[in-house]
T-cell receptor, first 111, second 114 residues
Framework: GENVEQHPSTLSVQEGDSAVIKCTYS??????FPWYKQELGKRPQLIID?????GEKKDQRIAVTLNKTAKHFSLHITETQPEDSAVYFC??????????FGKGTSLLVTP | EAQVTQNPRYLITVTGKKLTVTCSQN?????MSWYRQDPGLGLRQIYY???????DKGDVPEGYKVSRKEKRNFPLILESPSPNQTSLYFC?????????????FGPGTRLLVL
């Protein structure tokens, strides 16, 4: 089955800096890669996703890149703000199969 | 309002006392699943359902049961809870089968088994 590795497990940045979280996956058939954000005490919520026919996708300050050959994808947050502090989960799935989540990255943005 | 609801939100119980956590969605979603979240382990899938009367095991199904008699409901049953099932549980649903669409999570159920 699919195995998703996520790094780093914790990340601390200063407000205004960029943050990058990286994930690798094992199943070459995986074609859907979402990112979820979980604020403290809240439920995970989708922030951005990318499919394998696209190499990069942006939504304001967040972007995701996908390298199918290397089987890794990354979340980039620019101009970080304190409200970006949360746990971020990457995930991967192949058609007909359930999502597999990474173990999460706890991001802390300090003022 | 489109949503996924879970009940109860918090539960303290004792080893061996059967319990059920309910999950309901009002979005006519076909796909529903249960996850448990533990520190350092992320979200691990317990069971999932692709439609009514269709359920399958996820990565950590031991000690759990589910049923999908109606499209909107997907209860999680712990027949004989043990302390290692102390965890934060999330129900989730999505429109299409499997994991290829946005998953909408419920608010979570925090379970403590003594």
């Amino acid at each position: 089955g699919e195995n998703v590795e996520q790094h780093p497990s914790t990340l601390s940045v200063q407000e205004g800096d960029s943050a990058v979280i990286k994930c690798t996956y094992s199943d070459s058939a995986s074609n859907y890669f979402p990112w979820y954000k979980q604020e403290l005490g809240k439920r995970p919520q989708l922030i951005i996703d990318i499919r394998s026919n696209v190499g990069e996708k942006k939504d304001q300050r967040i972007a995701v890149t996908l390298n199918k050959t290397a089987k890794h994808f990354s979340l980039h947050i620019t101009e970080t703000q304190p409200e970006d502090s949360a746990v971020y989960f990457c995930a991967a799935s192949s058609p007909g199969y359930a999502l597999n989540f990474g173990k999460g990255t706890s991001l802390l943005v300090t003022p | 309002e489109a949503q996924v609801t879970q009940n109860p939100r918090y539960l303290i119980t004792v080893t061996g006392k059967k319990l059920t956590v309910t999950c309901s969605q009002n979005m006519n979603h076909e796909y529903m699943s249960w996850y448990r979240q533990d520190p350092g382990l992320g979200l691990r899938q317990i069971y999932y359902s692709m439609n009514v009367e269709v359920t399958d095991k996820g990565d950590v199904p031991e000690g759990y049961k589910v049923s999908r008699k109606e499209k909107r409901n997907f209860p999680l049953i712990l027949e004989s809870p043990s302390p290692n099932q102390t965890s934060l549980y999330f129900c989730a649903s999505s429109f299409s089968v499997a994991g290829q669409e946005t998953q909408y999570f419920g608010p979570g159920t925090r379970l403590l088994v003594l």
